[in-house]
T-cell receptor, first 114, second 115 residues
Framework: NAGVTQTPKFQVLKTGQSMTLQCAQDMNHEYMSWYRQDPGMGLRLIHYSVGAGITDQGEVPNGYNVSRSTTEDFPLRLLSAAPSQTSVYFC?????????????FGDGTRLSIL | AQSVSQHNHHVILSEAASLELGCNYSYGGTVNLFWYVQYPGQHLQLLLKYFSGDPLVKGIKGFEAEFIKSKFSFNLRKPSVQWSDTAEYFCAVNGKTGGSYIPTFGRGTSLIVHP
């Protein structure tokens, strides 16, 4: 049972480069989300999705795009990387689009922008 | 809008000491509350949750939390910590936004337990 799988685990980019962080879950969860974790800031929601074809913005969406073409996958795209996007990114999922259940988290992607 | 405040940013304890981490939330509706733990280099894992009923909730590894509605608090406790409890702890609240429950996390508390 893989749960939530994120790739890559580490990445270094130059300013202005683009990149897609991958997230896949095998639990048939409807709700998926992306967070960034910065020291002293906790987890901040970037984007979330309540099902295939439906996405919405979280607290810090600027500079990031998402799409949800399948239930399993929820990629996060950085179109033009900036040093301020250096962070650890976590993908999470939970059962039920509108449920109040806790989330399952992936192992994270540590991203550095030079 | 909902918010979560964790008052202790860094806590250092010796093994066998008692632990209490504060969490206060702001939300006008029915709340669902969570504590997650993140061990060094790992992802967040659920420690315990409160939906309704008994306000004293027991979680894994001997942790418990008490929901006090009048104080908007959900403090995490453990009577005797171990070195393996060294981790970062996050309080979170689920609030409804446009029909869906969107979690908001506190800034986290870093706990270091000395052997």
């Amino acid at each position: 049972n893989a749960g939530v799988t994120q790739t890559p685990k580490f990445q270094v980019l130059k300013t202005g480069q683009s990149m897609t962080l991958q997230c896949a879950q095998d639990m048939n969860h409807e709700y998926m989300s992306w967070y960034r974790q910065d020291p002293g800031m906790g987890l901040r929601l970037i984007h979330y999705s309540v099902g295939a074809g439906i996405t919405d913005q979280g607290e810090v969406p600027n500079g990031y795009n998402v799409s949800r073409s399948t239930t399993e996958d929820f990629p996060l795209r950085l179109l033009s990387a900036a040093p301020s996007q250096t962070s650890v990114y976590f993908c999470a999922s939970r059962t039920g689009a509108y449920s109040n259940q806790p989330q399952h988290f992936g192992d994270g992607t540590r991203l550095s922008i030079l | 809008a909902q918010s979560v405040s964790q008052h202790n940013h860094h806590v250092i304890l010796s093994e066998a000491a008692s632990l209490e981490l504060g969490c206060n939330y702001s939300y006008g509706g029915t709340v669902n509350l969570f504590w997650y733990v993140q061990y060094p280099g790992q992802h967040l894992q659920l420690l315990l949750k409160y939906f309704s009923g008994d306000p004293l909730v027991k979680g894994i590894k001997g942790f418990e939390a008490e929901f006090i509605k009048s104080k908007f608090s959900f403090n995490l406790r453990k009577p005797s910590v171990q070195w393996s409890d060294t981790a970062e702890y996050f309080c979170a609240v689920n609030g409804k936004t446009g029909g869906s429950y969107i979690p908001t996390f506190g800034r986290g508390t870093s706990l270091i337990v000395h052997p």
